[in-house]
């Protein structure tokens, strides 16, 4: 079945969807996304995609061309269309095609901004062969830009970390930088030490991640210890249990780090709890 996108206002057969060449996240990378999960067929945490969404937009300069309310809307309608029971929605907002090719940006009021969505099926999504199994992780440079807090759309190297993961038999990254553990390719990076789960702390140095603002929540409501720090890959490699966690993983636990086995080398205790935490209460305030 041929999926129904969005674009600028309209639903069309993905086949029939077009972008200028000469729009700036093309040619620049200037842009900003989200992706929301579906479960059910409902949308887990889409207020906080929306108002990170916004953040985004107004780090850079950006005007959003459509309310939050019309974006749940059209959120809705693409799952509805496109019989989305298990999945995710994947929303892109960029600053459009002003004229030619330019370095410098116009006037953000002047500029109409290029706003697309569309859905991908995944079957099984909740119930993930991989978090019972546990994932892989090797580490590598962290040689992003500074703003990793704005969630745009230069994903080259991320994408580049990914492959070189696999490559080396793994199943993703975690980028260091200054020696510390920044975040993974796609995902916030956690471990677990004596019963503490311990995570870097939000600066601009990671993306303020959504499910991980509802993990923490739920871990302290659950009377775990949550602290909040850098921590190196060494430390990590001797850490009792590691995870990660993502709009599309949820929480997946980690089972190695640089070919070292962590605990017994299975997932641990909380992270499969988490998971478990974060899928029962977040399937609460679905929408």
Same mark, same amino acid.
């Given at each position: 079945m $041929?999926? $129904?996108?969005?674009?600028?206002?309209?639903?069309?057969?993905?086949?029939e969807a077009t972008v200028s060449i000469f729009d700036r996240g093309f040619l620049m990378a200037d842009g900003v996304y989200e992706v929301t999960s579906v479960l059910g067929g409902k949308l887990i945490d889409f207020e906080g995609h929306a108002v990170r969404l916004q953040r985004s937009l107004d780090e850079l300069d950006m005007v959003n061309p459509i309310s939050k309310e019309d974006l749940l809307q059209v959120h809705r309608?693409?799952?509805?269309?496109n019989e989305i029971d298990e999945g995710m929605v994947y929303l892109q907002i960029t600053r459009g095609a002003p004229g030619d090719r330019d370095f410098v940006f116009p006037d953000p009021e002047t500029t109409q901004p290029t706003i697309?969505?569309? $859905?991908?099926?995944?079957?099984?999504?909740?119930n993930s062969p991989a978090a019972k199994t546990g994932m892989k992780v090797i580490s590598i440079d962290d040689i992003r830009w500074g703003r990793r807090d704005i969630k745009t759309v230069?994903?080259?190297?991320?994408s580049m970390g990914k492959m070189m993961a696999k490559k080396a038999g793994a199943d993703?990254?975690?980028?260091?930088?200054?020696?510390?553990v920044t975040e993974g $390719?796609?995902?916030?990076?956690?471990i677990v030490k004596g019963n503490k789960i311990i995570t870097r702390a939000l600066s601009n140095d990671i993306l303020h991640g959504i499910t991980r603002a509802a993990v923490l929540r739920f871990a302290q409501e659950a009377q775990m210890e949550v602290e909040e720090r850098n921590f190196t890959i060494e430390e990590a490699k001797e850490a009792d249990e590691a995870f990660i966690t993502s709009a599309s993983t949820f929480v997946m636990p980690v089972v190695e780090i640089d070919g070292v086995s962590l605990g017994e080398g299975a997932p641990?205790?909380?992270?499969l709890r988490l998971r478990e935490i974060y899928l029962e209460e977040s399937l609460k305030t679905a929408v």
């Amino acid at each position: 079945m $041929t999926r $129904t996108v969005y674009v600028n206002g309209d639903y069309l057969p993905e086949a029939e969807a077009t972008v200028s060449i000469f729009d700036r996240g093309f040619l620049m990378a200037d842009g900003v996304y989200e992706v929301t999960s579906v479960l059910g067929g409902k949308l887990i945490d889409f207020e906080g995609h929306a108002v990170r969404l916004q953040r985004s937009l107004d780090e850079l300069d950006m005007v959003n061309p459509i309310s939050k309310e019309d974006l749940l809307q059209v959120h809705r309608e693409l799952v509805r269309v496109n019989e989305i029971d298990e999945g995710m929605v994947y929303l892109q907002i960029t600053r459009g095609a002003p004229g030619d090719r330019d370095f410098v940006f116009p006037d953000p009021e002047t500029t109409q901004p290029t706003i697309v969505l569309f $859905t991908q099926n995944k079957p099984g999504l909740a119930n993930s062969p991989a978090a019972k199994t546990g994932m892989k992780v090797i580490s590598i440079d962290d040689i992003r830009w500074g703003r990793r807090d704005i969630k745009t759309v230069q994903l080259l190297y991320p994408s580049m970390g990914k492959m070189m993961a696999k490559k080396a038999g793994a199943d993703d990254a975690w980028m260091i930088e200054d020696g510390f553990v920044t975040e993974g $390719t796609s995902n916030n990076a956690y471990i677990v030490k004596g019963n503490k789960i311990i995570t870097r702390a939000l600066s601009n140095d990671i993306l303020h991640g959504i499910t991980r603002a509802a993990v923490l929540r739920f871990a302290q409501e659950a009377q775990m210890e949550v602290e909040e720090r850098n921590f190196t890959i060494e430390e990590a490699k001797e850490a009792d249990e590691a995870f990660i966690t993502s709009a599309s993983t949820f929480v997946m636990p980690v089972v190695e780090i640089d070919g070292v086995s962590l605990g017994e080398g299975a997932p641990g205790r909380v992270a499969l709890r988490l998971r478990e935490i974060y899928l029962e209460e977040s399937l609460k305030t679905a929408v």
